[in-house]
């Protein structure tokens, strides 16, 4: 949903009554001598009025634009024409722009959110450039940038199809909008979890394409006037001679580095997308001959990123309109005022020597003042944007415990939350040193840190969260063997857990979040005898041995390692009555959460949202030792989970699966509680950089 | 901002009192979100059409209503969702009603955000010492959670509902327990709220309080006397303040 306008009345009122005013009194050259006569014609030439027009003798740089233009401007123009004549024709194609400019604005508003929105609504609506281009220059390209930034905000909602459509729309529109295409390509094909609607964006765009422009192509008048156009060929206008005979062209070369650049830093989101869209559209504005309605593919990056920043933005953007005002009023075409002189002709032809003087010093601010503003937006959008530094190295969470506590139930609800297409997952039960049949075990237990490799575990864990692949063994419990190594590939973020995952002190160093599963004793024995004689298939007397025997090796090895957790989770059973049944399957909804979290880790705001949204049972607790315990009890369903994590975390939203998997009950907790531990992991690496 | 009785807004006040729903954010979006969760769950549960849900719900609020009169109870949404089963045809359902009045109010909650400017204005009293009470019908359990979710509870000094005070606005008696809380209060009282009727007439007649009337959208002068000011934003009420500080 688009959101609302939200500029104020004197806003509006000084917006709008520029444009009326312009709208009313000045006929833009290009109105009369191009887009007017194209038009006014259009309906009278059926469905090919591009060769109709020619044949007429109509000027070929007339409306160098397809069908979908043709779509936004012509009935207006028309309804203009039956009413008013030409005059009416200029004021109904006005009128058209004024509205696209809502639209424009909307998608504005609706990328920027609330605060952001309406300062970059803001922003826009009071510039003098969009005034200048729509309405004295007379310029149609605020279309094109309207379809262009609501694709934009499709893609930011993950409405696949639809963003698709309108990005290619704005291809079919403009050609030039494809610029932006490749940094869509790369935010999709860059993260795993938007693999799967990479295809969907792509196929819908190409579809818009293919409808909007080949059967076009067909036409003879249609392949002068829009492919023939020589707008295409200022693609190579700048060129830099390198030697006599080398010589390249600036404007290939800087989209080539700034792919090059998107692509290296892999993982792209939304605003970074945006951003990088930005500096090349920005690129081709600078290192172009530049038609004048091209900044307006610039305004609602320059708006969102003005809306974002401070002073010094400010001034860059004024420097900015000023020098283009200045160059463009000198040299571009104006208009005829409706009841008085012609100012058509540029007023560069009545200064004699201007046009060699004054005119190079205004580029040269422009350029100048464009570099600054790409360096801004560099900085701002993409080196120091917090999903950029936060994920330059994946999230690495450790979860140990002993056997039973929980410790795959919860890295099964990190990977529904996270998708598992963003999560490297490591399992220490592969890392045992011996198969099950293997007669050392009569010597030691599982949970001897001898009888498990830890060191490839740790060069594992850390190569993974360093941004590299692993090949690691996974044990098969069901036939006890470790089966063939296979390929595990580096993600955004790293689970490794296993009985021993907070025991290296490298490793403990290198968690982002460090997690202990404790569990009441009764209810791990009942949990561990349930999973290993129903899931794993293990003789129940075995299991029950087992645990007798590990006992000595539980409290000298496994349980220490929580004092190494910045979390730890202890579930316990309401009450006994929960674990009197082995045979009944255990509810979750009948446990509470104990979380203890150690020293300076705050849980206040979690706690007030889960007493508030979900009406839940949270006591916080100092320990002597200066750790803070909270006790959780109550029943809470997944969508409460995902309400909680909506107002909780905002920031991690970029960093969930498309489509999270919420828990109910206690296991929805933990998926909160690392989740909130993981935003502050985020925010101080953000302020880090 | 339109401004009725200037004379009204001579001095500053020396507490505040506010109603919650729809004065301090906006009720309808909110209570759109619960309405259309509870109606999808009803559908899911009960095969009940939304279209059906619907008309049974308003008459089952209606029912309600009349039967309970003005009391905190007559708001509980738990009795709505249970009537609106049986009006649908069924009888008792005492978990689906549990369950609908959970996602009644997790929809609600989630769609709630303070107006802009309504928490600079909650600080603007703390910081110059004034307290803040919200005056509100409905029950206290879940006007507390709301508050705690927006986190009121840090600048409002005191709360009183109606299930406490024993009636709904416009009785007395809930605006007379407000500033019974914090021992009386000797100076203008402002009161601030949506409704001309529960809220500022009341208000007045029980505690004598100037009125501002906060409304949706651009501020018409009202045809109520009770209204001492209209006002459509937190920021034209904390400038009235502030000017009112350079007064004094």
Known sequence: MIGQFRLDKIALVTGLVPRLVLAILVIPQTHTQWFLPFLTAAPSHGFDPWTGFLSNGGQSAAFPYGFLFLAAFEPATWIGALLGGSYGAHIGLALAVLFWEFVLLAAIVGIGGNQRGAAAARVYWLSPLPIYVGYWHGQLDVFPAALLVLGFFALQHSKWKRSGALLGGAVAAKLSMAIALPFVGLYLLGRNRLHPYALRVSLFALSAISVFLLPFALSPGFRTMVLGTPETQKIFSATLQITPELTAYVLPLVLLALFYWAWRVRRLDFEMTWTFSALAVLALFLLTTASPGWVMWLMPFIALHVARGGFMHRIVIWVFTIAYMGLNLLQSTGAVLAFGPDLTVPFVEFVPGMRSRAVPIIETILLAAGIALAVQMSFSGIVLWPFNTASRKPFAIGVAGDSGAGKDTLVDALQDMFGSAATSRLSGDDYHLWDRQNPMWRAVTHLHPKANDLETFSRHVLTLADGHDVYARQYDHGSGRAGRETHIPAREIVLASGLHALWSPQLIARYDVSVFMDMDEDLRRFVKLWRDVTVRGYPPQKVVDSIARRSADRRRFILPQARNAGVVFRLEPRHPSTIDDPQRPLNSALLRLVVTLDQGMSFDEPARLLIALCGIYVVETPLEDGRTEVLIDGELTSESVAAVARRLVPGMMDFLAVEPKWHPDMTGIMQLVILYELDNVRRKRASAA | ?248
């Not at chain 2, 010492?129 to 959670?145: E, F, K, N, S």
């Not at chain 2, 914090?182 to 409704?195: A, H, L, M, Q, Y």
Request: glycine share 6%; hydrophobic share 45%.
């Open chain 2, 1 to 248: 901002m339109i401004i009725v009785h200037p004379e009204a807004f001579a001095r500053r006040p020396s507490c505040v009192l506010l109603d919650f729903d729809n004065t301090l954010y906006s009720y309808d979006i909110c209570n759109l979100a619960g309405m259309k969760a509870a109606a999808t769950l009803a559908q899911r549960l009960l095969n009940l059409a939304p279209v059906d849900f619907d008309q049974c719900f308003r008459d089952a609020r209606t029912e309600v209503k009349t039967r309970l009169g003005a009391t905190a109870a007559s708001h509980n949404r738990l009795l709505y969702f249970q009537r609106t089963i049986e009006r649908a045809g069924f009888t008792s359902q005492p978990a689906a009603s549990l369950q609908l009045e959970q996602a009644f109010w997790r929809a609600y909650m989630d769609a709630m955000e303070l107006y802009p400017d309504a928490m600079a204005f909650l600080n603007d009293m703390r910081i110059a010492g004034i307290p803040a009470v919200i005056v509100t019908d409905l029950t206290v359990q879940i006007q507390m959670r709301k508050l705690v979710l927006l986190g009121l509870d840090r600048v409002v000094d005191w709360i009183v509902t109606s299930e406490e005070a024993g009636g709904d606005k416009p009785d007395p008696r809930a605006f007379e327990l407000a500033l019974a809380k914090f021992g009386g209060v000797e100076g203008d009282i402002w009161c601030i709220g949506d409704s001309i009727e529960n809220d500022l007439v009341g208000a007045r007649q029980a505690v004598g309080a100037i009125t501002l009337y906060k409304v949706e959208g651009k501020p018409t002068r009202p045809a109520s006397d009770a209204v001492d000011a209209v006002f459509a934003n937190f920021a034209d009420v904390r400038q009235l303040f502030a000017s009112q500080n350079v007064r004094k």
